[in-house]
């Protein structure tokens, strides 16, 4: 066995010099602020680290396999530097190198640019909310996520706990993945659709519950009592997508539930959705929208109770499903455990209080939504205050869903939405000054050494 061992290691020894490649191009172009693209400086950075910290794990791997250990041993260790950490790590790199590059492409630089400020600012207002409540300290706070253009069909999240393999080739063993830069995979269309963005709110809330554990809480949680077992055994199944949609709710309110009610409606009666999908991690459309429904009404505001009968009346017209129709009676309870729990994992707050200002959010984003419909009375995108990116696509929702839809309104609401988008004064987190200090290189290389791509404990 001699020769071959010694062949496997010398040629994994030159594939790990190849690896990575790129990362000072992207450095130098980060500090050169070509394009703007100093704005994702401290992000490339982390990046180095991620980068680094994994070749360094490959070499020490390689190292134990240079030591004398049985042959089954060492094929056991080449399968999982193979199909684990190098295959996991060139498609890290793949992943991100090609989100950087997009930034990079004046065509859609400034759309991607428009979603990432939407994500990043979700994010930061509810990790900042944890950290006013003792809950973190500023060196581990994460980067804010980074939205990558994706063949999906749907939008999906990418948390530090939670499949790659979905991205990935079917097979990949991918598992327990942590990442120290979230990401949101988007529909590569969805960002010349401001009015379909609502859905990063949801997308960011998995990043969100990923880093603070809401779900994994709420799974645990006594507050389901109300219901009964046999139907709570399923709606803790569904606990990590419903909670996302609470997020969805708080950070998007009217314009999340119009999303996601326009798509789901739609879907509805097909064969996708004929059966209840026991073993699905989402409610089924005719319980899900109804859920987002009862969860607009917990706050008791009057614009949001209109908007949840709408939808609710429009899911009512869906196929009924004998299976599904008890847990129609448990949504407001469900919606009341979400939002009103007060968890451990917030020090004692409940998911409301992450963003408690919907009536005024819904209001702000109205008065856009007139704008972007009519082109007349544009609100002012810095007086007296900045107005919040994350409150563009509700906006843009709010006008497309205001009435019929004409030839030519989409593209009219999309080129003023990205319009208004531009005169919002970037703030100062995303002006490419932003440091990466000590500890928080420390906290991310931490994080880098912590990814199990195959699942495994070390
Ligand atoms: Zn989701």
Redesign the pocket.
């Known amino acids: 066995m001699f020769d071959v061992r010694a062949r496997a290691l010398a040629e994994l020894e030159h594939r790990m010099a190849l690896f990575p490649r790129n990362i000072d191009g992207l450095l130098a172009a980060a500090t050169a602020n070509e394009e703007g693209f100093g704005i994702h400086a401290t992000q490339v950075r982390v990046l180095e680290i991620l980068m680094k910290e994994l070749v360094q794990r490959q070499r020490a791997f390689l190292d134990r396999l240079r030591q004398d250990v049985p042959d089954a041993d060492f094929a056991d260790g080449i399968d999982i530097l193979l199909f684990e950490e190098m295959a996991g790590a060139h498609k890290v790199w793949s992943i991100f190198s090609r989100a950087f590059a997009a930034r990079r492409n004046p065509e859609i630089a400034p759309q991607l640019d428009a979603a990432d400020l939407v994500a990043a600012e979700c994010y930061r207002l509810c990790m900042g909310k944890a950290r006013n409540w003792g809950l973190l300290d500023a060196d581990s706070l994460r980067e804010p996520p980074l939205v990558c253009l994706e063949t999906c069909p ?4 990418i948390s530090r706990e939670e499949l790659l393999g979905v991205l990935c080739d079917v097979g990949y063993r991918f598992h327990d993945l942590k990442l120290p830069i979230p990401l949101v995979l988007l529909p590569a269309d969805h960002i010349e659709c401001t009015w379909l963005l609502p859905t990063l709110c ?2 960011v ?2 990043n969100v519950d990923n880093d603070l554990g809401l779900s994994v809480e709420l799974r645990q949680s006594l507050a389901w009592d109300g219901i009964a077992p046999a139907r709570q055994a399923v709606w803790r199944q569904w606990t ?2 419903i909670v ?2 609470a997020f969805g709710v708080l950070l998007g309110n009217a314009g999340f539930a119009q999303t996601i009610a326009a798509l789901l409606l739609a879907l509805g009666p097909g064969k996708r959705y004929q059966a209840p999908a026991p073993t699905s ?2 409610p089924h459309p005719r319980v899900r929208v109804p859920l987002i429904g009862a969860m607009l009404r917990w706050f008791g505001i009057p614009a949001l109770d209109a908007i949840a009968t709408r939808i609710e009346r429009d899911a009512q017209a869906l196929p009924a499903l004998d299976e599904l129709t008890p847990f129609l009676d448990d949504v407001s309870v469900v919606a009341g455990v979400l939002l009103g729990t007060k968890l451990a994992a917030l020090g004692g707050h409940g998911m409301a209080e992450l963003c408690p200002h919907l009536a005024a959010d819904l209001k702000q984003a109205q008065k856009l939504a007139d704008y972007l419909e009519s082109g007349e009375l544009r609100p002012s995108p810095d007086k007296p205050s900045h107005f919040p990116y994350r409150l563009v696509p509700v906006a843009a929702q709010l006008a497309v869903s205001a009435r019929s839809l004409e030839p030519g309104r989409l593209a009219a609401i999309q080129q003023r939405a990205m319009a208004f988008v531009s005169a919002i004064p970037r703030p100062p987190m995303l002006d490419g000054k932003a440091r990466l200090t000590a500890g928080r290189a420390a906290f991310y290389a931490r994080l880098a050494r912590e990814i199990h791509f195959g699942g495994r404990t070390e």
């Open positions: 749907e939008p999906m999240a949801h997308e809330g998995h990590g997508e996302a949609d991690t989402h």
